[in-house]
Structure formats: structure tokens, C-alpha cells
């Protein structure tokens, strides 16, 4: 009398044959969207965020144009093209290389223009953002140098990895300020919140 289990399932398995309903998967799926419906994203908000960074990146601009060492700029500028000039249009990047570096250089890119527009700029920590915005430059003009390697000697290993370590040190170190901003910030406001009791 003892019989195995799967067996007999299997068995009724195989004569009955129960058949579903017509219209079933449309009434199931209408009652999910029912319980759970669809969020459609909103494009204004990438569309503000985009356009912050694409100010913040301006406003760092002149603030470091600004405070340079007094350099004189002449009243008539004038053009003068010769071959640097030309070779300088035909210049190559990190994202012309190959398409999955040039999405390495838009992600970080991106992010470290995302973390520039985070930042909250008030007079207690000018002197921190100062210190690690002078860091980003020292950064930002080593990138620039390796990409003049880049276009001098062409792509090689040693060059894209100093390209991709550049660009994910200028991440952290973004990473880095932002932290130590709220860390100033939650200890400001324990400052504070102890001065009132």
C-alpha cells in the first residue's frame, strides 16, 4: 500500500488537465496595477539637478578665476592661431577611447558635479570647503596633464588607470567634505541645542 508521494502527483498531473479561464492574465495583471500601480518619474527634478551642478560648476569657475594671483588681463585680447591651437581642437579624451570609458568618465563626472551641487556654502565652513577645493584644483590640473600625456603618447594602461584613479579621488574626496560638513553641522547644532538648556 505504500506508494511514493511524487508519484501519485505526477499521475494526476498528467490526466487532469486544468485549464484557466478566458481573460484571466488580463484580469490578474489589471488587479496588480490595481494594488500596485506605476510611478512615472518626473523629468524636472533631473532637470534641476542638472542645471544646479551646471551652476555650481560656473559659480566655482569665476570664484577661481577671480581669486587668482592678480594676473593682468589684457583689455584687447588678441587671436593668434598657430599649432598648438590646432592640435588642441583635434584633442582626444578619456570618453573617446572606447564606450564603456566613456561611461566610466560620465559616471564619475556626473557624481562629482552631483556632490559639488549638494554643497551647502555658509561662512563656518569657508575655510573647509577652501582647503578641499584647493585640493580638487591641484586634482583637476594633474587630469589635465594626463590627458596632455594622453593626446602627446597616446593611450596606454598606465595613463587610462591615472585618468580613472584621478577622477575617482576627486568622488571621494567630495565624499570626504561632504561627511566632514556634517559632522561640522550636527556638531554646531549639539553646540547649540546644549547653550539652550
Not at 131 to 159: A, C, I, S, V, W
Request: zero cysteines.
Amino acid at each position: 500500500m505504500a506508494q511514493d508521494l511524487r508519484e501519485l502527483f505526477a499521475k494526476e498531473r498528467k490526466e487532469n488537465k486544468y485549464p484557466m479561464k478566458e481573460g484571466h492574465e488580463a484580469r490578474f495583471l489589471s488587479k496588480l496595477e490595481e494594488e500596485i500601480p506605476v510611478k512615472k518619474k518626473s523629468g524636472s527634478f533631473i532637470w534641476l539637478r542638472i542645471a544646479a551642478s551646471i551652476m555650481v560648476i560656473l559659480g566655482l569657475g569665476i570664484y577661481f578665476f577671480s581669486v587668482s594671483d592678480g594676473v593682468d588681463v589684457d583689455s584687447n585680447p588678441k587671436v593668434v592661431e598657430n599649432e598648438t591651437s590646432k592640435q588642441q581642437i583635434n584633442t582626444i579624451s578619456l570618453g573617446d577611447l572606447s564606450p564603456d570609458l566613456k561611461k566610466i568618465e560620465s559616471y564619475y563626472v556626473t557624481n562629482i558635479s552631483l556632490e559639488l551641487s549638494d554643497l551647502e556654502f555658509t561662512g563656518d565652513n569657508k575655510g573647509v570647503i577652501d582647503g578641499y577645493m584647493e585640493r580638487l584644483g591641484e586634482l583637476d590640473k594633474e587630469y589635465g596633464r594626463l590627458n596632455k600625456d594622453l593626446n602627446e603618447f597616446g593611450p596606454n594602461d598606465q595613463t587610462i588607470e591615472a585618468l580613472i584613479k584621478n577622477l575617482q579621488l576627486r568622488l571621494q574626496l567630495l565624499q570626504k567634505l561632504k561627511s566632514k560638513l556634517n559632522q561640522l553641522k550636527s556638531s554646531k547644532n549639539e553646540q547649540e541645542s546644549s547653550n539652550i538648556i
